[in-house]
């Protein structure tokens, strides 16, 4: 969309997306309309978008007939938003649905499907086409799949005229503050926010040892924050910090790897998260911030685990810090950027104050507007308000077809019954042993995640899932986070990880390849889970003194599951110590307060032996020239 040369579709798609940004502004600040007047016209207005910028098959060039198309399914969707808008009174007092709201909610429906599965491929779409097809032919299955049945005119009143599906929760977080946020990410994108991110980076990490790909974490972890996508978090700060990588002598699946994994942490990473996190708080009725401050520390873990993993991956391979003719001087890069860090403070300040998200973001994008007029290279002309609008408008499209489909989804659960029979089949095969339902469930949010969006693929599990994890003992908020947590990582997940394709793309690295070092580094990432929902300290529901004493054991537990896994701690392990450092961290990480003391000190005692031999065996530097060669050649 920042083509110099733009077709009318694009100059039309640029113009209502813009629009888009600056209804849902007027909204925030002045009140929302009507509930069943926001979400139809919220989404009224992604469908155009979706139609004007996506193609029928990718990469096509657009034809007369497709147009047609286009413009065809625009005023589908167009009518069917308006018709919902003008009569839900009507209905609500009628309780009836005639024959002409039946096809608009047909059409709104399908229309739907189909612009999921131009914004986010087939997986998505399929499943919202089944679902759709369960509610009106699912009375026809045997056993525990068949419901009552439906007549068709409840199926759409259920799913297109009432505030439980398509236009349910969901949506409503979308078409309320979710965009709002969305919109905050745009404007500090086109002010150069991530290029001043990218310098303050390389000044804090950049001496250090494998300091390049330490900036890639930190830079990474501060954009991913901001744009809540992994993939494209992977695509932005990823073209410039995997050829930084390359050029430092790291192998490209190794680089491709790294980006994958620290831009994968950022929607767990608080102040802004990813969408599904502010549906987490409407789903189960706590504040944003509650959900955000239960984040923290598990994004913190995840970020000392890929910090130790690069830490020691590069004292493995001799990869040291950046040369200081490449680094920027800290002084400099702080003060280029400390104006860009008061919007982000004014919106944690407010957040912790209890204030709502949308108050909160509306005060944020008013911040960074003032701020960045301090200086000249991120004052916001006209040109760049247009693009910042303009690419917040855009950016909801994939998140705001997904949201509604996935409404539609739990719609169809609640109105069949289908989640509660799920809830029971999953007590029963895992015996009401909360393991195996946390396993099975893990194994499920996985599978979905590798073809579904993080909060279409939390939705549909949060319906159906959690209420059994729950009855069997889980904490309500460890729950859903965990399904949170496992949608997430599965970006990083063989065999579909689109977090680790991309970065393979960039890396000009093979996509299997990378996607196994990425959960190489990142193994202990699947453990944490189970963790903060056995042991809820982690999450902030525990006494004061049991956070204290959990946190620095479980970030001394993955430091030294990244030693063993990355197979070096101070100096290259021996068979027994990466056997002892493995099983320090199983100690450290279990919730045990005696096997926590056993872990800590067969890591005290291999951090002796380790020194010990570091002091008597100091090898020259051709000698550590020539070991690096040959790992390198051993890795390749």
């Known amino acids: 969309m920042e083509k110099q040369t733009r077709t009318v579709t694009e100059w039309i798609a640029s113009g209502v997306a813009v629009f888009l940004s600056l ?229 490209p699946h190794i680089a491709g790897a790294i980006e994958a994994v620290a831009s994968t942490g950022g929607q767990f990473t608080p102040p802004i998260m990813g969408a599904a996190a502010f549906i987490i708080a409407e789903f189960i009725g706590v504040s944003y911030i509650k959900v955000a401050f239960a984040a923290a520390i598990p994004a913190g873990i995840y970020y000392v685990l890929l ?85 917040g408008g855009a950016t909801m499209a994939p998140i705001s077809t997904a949201c509604a489909t996935a409404g539609l989804v739990v719609g169809v659960l609640a109105m069949t019954g289908l989640g509660m029979k799920f809830s029971y089949l999953l007590v029963t095969i895992s015996r009401n042993n909360l393991f195996i339902a946390l396993f099975l469930t893990m194994l499920a949010s996985l599978l979905l995640g590798m073809g579904l969006p993080t909060s279409a693929s939390y939705l549909i599990l949060a319906a159906i899932g959690a209420p059994a994890l729950i009855k069997m003992g889980a904490p309500k908020m460890g729950a859903h986070l965990f399904i949170f947590y496992f949608a997430i990582i599965s970006n990083i997940t063989p065999p579909v990880c689109l977090a680790s394709y991309t970065a393979a793309g960039l890396a000009g690295a093979r996509p299997q390849k990378t996607a196994f070092e990425a959960v190489r580094i990142s193994i202990v990432l699947y453990v944490i889970p189970y963790i903060f929902v056995y042991h809820p300290a982690l999450i902030l529901e525990a006494a004061v003194s049991d956070i204290l004493i959990a946190v620095p054991t479980y970030v001394l537990g993955v430091i030294c599951a990244a030693a063993a896994m990355q197979n070096h701690l101070i100096v290259r392990n021996r068979v027994y110590e990466r056997a002892l450092i493995m099983l320090a961290g199983i100690g450290l990480l279990y919730p045990s307060r005696v096997l926590s003391l056993f872990g800590l000190a067969i890591f005290v005692m291999v951090i002796i032996l380790q020194s010990r031999r570091r002091l008597l065996v100091t090898p020259s530097k051709d000698d550590q020239n020539k070991t690096i060669t040959a790992t390198w050649a051993d890795r390749e």
């Open 23 to 251: 209804f849902s502004l007027y909204t925030g600040t002045f009140g929302m309309f009507s509930s069943m007047f926001q979400k139809p016209f919220h989404l009224m207005l992604i469908l155009i978008v979706v139609f004007l910028l996506y193609p029928k098959k990718p990469a096509q060039e657009k034809t007369k007939a497709e147009t047609a198309v286009n413009i065809f399914f625009i005023l589908l969707s167009i009518i069917s938003c308006l018709w919902i808008i003008f009569n839900f009174e009507r209905y609500y007092i009628e309780i009836f649905l005639d024959n002409t709201g039946i096809a608009m909610g047909t059409i709104l429906c399908l229309v739907l499907i189909e612009a999921t599965r131009r914004t986010l491929g087939w997986p998505l779409a399929i499943i919202g086409i089944a679902f759709y097809l369960y509610a009106v032919f699912g009375g026809y299955l045997p056993g525990m799949l068949s419901h009552q049945g439906n007549v068709y005119e409840r199926v759409i009143a259920s799913l297109y005229a009432t505030t439980g599906g398509i236009f349910g929760i969901p949506l409503s977080v979308c078409a309320t503050f979710v965009i709002l946020f969305v919109i905050f990410g745009a404007f500090l994108n086109v002010s150069g926010a991530d290029r001043s991110f990218m310098d303050l980076a390389l000044s804090l990490a950049g001496k250090s040892t494998g300091g390049v790909a330490k900036v890639a974490v930190v830079s990474s972890g501060m954009m991913g924050m901001i744009s809540g996508s992994t993939v494209a978090n992977v695509a932005t700060t990823g073209a410039v910090t995997i050829p930084m990588m390359k050029r430092r002598g790291y192998p």
């Open 307 to 391: 910090f130790f993993a690069i830490h020691f991956i590069s004292l493995r391979m001799g990869f040291l810090g950046l040369p200081a003719e490449e680094i920027p001087s800290f002084r400099n890069a702080f003060f280029q950027s400390i104006h860009l860090t008061f919007p982000i403070s004014v919106l944690v300040i407010l957040m912790v104050l209890n204030y709502t998200p949308m108050f909160a973001a509306l005060w944020s994008i008013l911040a960074l507007l003032t701020s960045c007029m301090f200086r000249e290279e991120t004052r916001l002309n006209v040109k760049k308000l247009l693009l910042g609008l303009e690419k």
